[in-house]
């Protein structure tokens, strides 16, 4: 009897611990990847340049980090408390959003390398049908998604009742409904600091994109946030530079502080 006890008991906290690194691991999921988004939107003034601050001892985006665990914490609250088929809804839409953003970043990826294309093979490939052919299957899916999730009948609750609103399935209008935020958003920002969609903070650099000043003595290079050994890319103005730190213009190995900026 103490036996079966025993293991019941060891089998239960087994399975707590696993719920609760599995809750942990999903919320890692939920604010890393947005953080870092909002960190390159701040960086290139999509956003309040807030957004692009880095702490200066871990080198995480700060704000970033904060803001997007609060909005997700206040999504979460809310959705629960008007309906917790609404909150189904609201996970269930996230793959409209994957599928839209991903797509478009294939789209864009073509428009932004356009005049690449024909320099080499590779470039072809890599820098066109490869992501031009992700974009529209992308796209495939998402309209695809759109269309089944927004039937009456695709969402239902404990009662077998279908969850709609306006008459179409709640997982298509609640997905429909944070692009058209996204896009209220967009606008709002694009009125308040038209710079970032006017081409004035994102132009078409590459390696001339400055970096956080490694620690040891290694050639700077550029590369992506958080990849690896590759070093943090630096707002223009600074305003993402941790203090007493320094940026480093790769291609000519000219160094910046805040001071230095002043």
Same mark, same amino acid.
């Given at each position: 009897?103490?036996?079966?006890?025993? =293991? /019941?008991? @060891? +089998? &239960?906290?087994?399975?707590?611990?696993?719920? #609760? %690194?599995?809750?942990?691991?999903?919320?890692?999921?939920?604010?890393?990847?947005?953080?870092?988004?909002?960190?390159?939107?701040?960086?290139?003034?999509?956003?309040?340049?807030?957004?692009?601050?880095?702490?200066?001892?871990?080198?995480?985006?700060?704000?970033?980090?904060?803001?997007?665990?609060?909005?997700?914490?206040?999504?979460?609250?809310?959705?629960?408390?008007?309906?917790?088929?609404?909150?189904?809804?609201? =996970? /269930?839409? @996230? +793959? &409209?959003?994957?599928?839209?953003?991903?797509? #478009? %970043?294939?789209?864009?990826?073509?428009?932004?390398?356009?005049?690449?294309?024909?320099?080499?093979?590779?470039?072809?490939?890599?820098?066109?049908?490869?992501?031009?052919?992700?974009?529209?299957?992308?796209?495939?899916?998402?309209?695809?998604?759109?269309?089944?999730?927004?039937?009456?009948?695709?969402?239902?609750?404990?009662?077998?009742?279908?969850?709609?609103?306006?008459?179409?399935?709640?997982?298509?209008?609640?997905?429909?409904?944070?692009?058209?935020?996204?896009?209220?958003?967009?606008?709002?920002?694009?009125?308040?600091?038209?710079?970032?969609?006017?081409?004035?903070?994102?132009?078409?650099?590459?390696?001339?994109?400055?970096?956080?000043?490694?620690?040891?003595?290694?050639?700077?290079?550029?590369?992506?946030?958080?990849?690896?050994?590759?070093?943090?890319?630096?707002?223009?103005?600074?305003?993402?530079?941790?203090?007493?730190?320094?940026?480093?213009?790769?291609?000519?190995?000219?160094?910046?502080?805040?001071?230095?900026?002043?």
């Amino acid at each position: 009897m103490f036996g079966d006890s025993f =293991i /019941g008991k @060891v +089998g &239960l906290l087994l399975l707590a611990a696993s719920i #609760l %690194t599995s809750a942990s691991a999903s919320t890692q999921t939920t604010v890393l990847p947005t953080a870092r988004t909002t960190l390159s939107m701040g960086v290139y003034k999509a956003l309040p340049t807030s957004f692009a601050k880095i702490h200066r001892n871990y080198l995480t985006p700060s704000v970033s980090t904060i803001t997007m665990g609060a909005v997700s914490i206040l999504f979460y609250v809310l959705f629960t408390l008007v309906s917790s088929n609404l909150l189904t809804a609201l =996970i /269930g839409s @996230v +793959g &409209l959003m994957i599928a839209f953003y991903y797509g #478009l %970043t294939g789209f864009a990826c073509v428009w932004f390398y356009r005049k690449d294309l024909t320099k080499s093979a590779r470039d072809f490939m890599m820098r066109g049908v490869i992501p031009l052919l992700g974009g529209v299957i992308l796209l495939v899916v998402f309209i695809y998604g759109l269309i089944q999730y927004a039937k009456p009948d695709w969402l239902t609750d404990d009662d077998g009742n279908n969850v709609t609103i306006f008459g179409f399935g709640a997982v298509a209008v609640v997905g429909i409904g944070a692009l058209v935020l996204g896009v209220v958003v967009m606008i709002v920002w694009w009125l308040l600091s038209p710079d970032f969609f006017r081409g004035r903070t994102l132009s078409r650099r590459s390696s001339a994109d400055l970096v956080l000043a490694p620690p040891t003595a290694v050639d700077p290079m550029f590369g992506l946030p958080d990849s690896g050994d590759m070093p943090t890319v630096i707002a223009p103005d600074l305003s993402n530079l941790p203090p007493g730190e320094t940026a480093v213009n790769p291609e000519t190995g000219e160094e910046f502080t805040k001071e230095h900026q002043s």
